[in-house]
């Protein structure tokens, strides 16, 4: 963690100095918003369906998908970005895709029943990959005990990685996803963010942890991003971002007609992210998720930074929860309430303690900022 002189806050979005690596310009206006003003927003159209360009993406697919099962795969969590994507994926694209869905051992009832709604609904067939739980919660033990920030790691691990090499396995060569820019201008700190490095996760693993990973499924970004990508032919699809997509608009839809449910908070996917995400994280490392993704739907143009402001002094996690959840947590890891806050109570670490290939994977990124693949600020 590095030490800043005196606290300051974006004057436009709601970032702060709880970002170590923010800067400000002299009215206040930190880069998060400048990068967004000069290489997001002239090219971000959220008024505008481009459906012509979204049936051109779609030809291509359903031609590749001629005489197999499916013609592409789409990971389903339950949560709005992805159940909208199927109903886009199925009614506005008319493909066939395969729903696949990971069980980490976290998921919420009210995910598991819009998943099943969705699925339902649409008539889509659906493969649920189940991880192994004495290997998750031995690495997920690691990573506590690793100290480290990014806790969310080894859930999105798994489920990236048993998404693309079944997808691999089976010779399903679209991937449709969920993430779409109009609503993920702003990414956490860097340091907050598990960016996929494999290495650094064998590394906690092997200091801290007792179980051998036999089934956990892992993949590396070099054999995504070249493997993958250039050998199988693997390619991502981003559909949303040929639509409209209005949160709002799209939990209506998809409650009328699939009876599905939103989330309390739609950011707290599962006991374990609210945990980490409310707790954890603002506790032991002075960082809010929230303010994020409050500013990206403040430059979006969502909601006003006083809203943001208000929602951010409301902290709705009540502390009775926190306490049930520590427990439930420490009892799904096999351990007890005070071990676990042992465990949490140890010093911060980041991910340069451990082995890591952060920086190639830095490198990648400024490569894609450079030819335009990513745009969103990475420092
Ligand atoms: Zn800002």
Redesign the pocket.
Known sequence: MMNREEYQR??????DTSDTK?S?DENG??????N?EKKIKPFWKPQENRFEELEQISKVIRKAGKGKEYDCILGLSGGVDSSYLAYIAKEVMHLRPLIYVVDTGWNLNVAVENIEKIVKGLKLDMYTDVVNWKEMADLQLSYFKAQVPFQDAPQDHAIFASLYNYAVKHHIKYVLTGSNRSTEF?RPPLEYMPLNDLRLLKDIHKKYGTKELRTFPLCGIFKYRLLYRYLYGMKRVFPLDYVIYDKENAEKLLHDRFGWTRYENKHYENVFTRFYEGYYLVNKFGYDTRKNVL?SQ??AGMISRDEALSILSNNTYEPEQIEQDKEYIAKKLGINKEEFENIISGENKTWMDYKNVMKLILFGAKVCRFFGIESRNLR
Do not use: N, W, Y
């Not at 974006?10 to 970032?15: L, P």
């Open positions: 974006c004057s436009k979005c709601v970032m923010i400000f206006v930190c880069d998060h918003c400048r967004f702003v500013s403040i430059l």
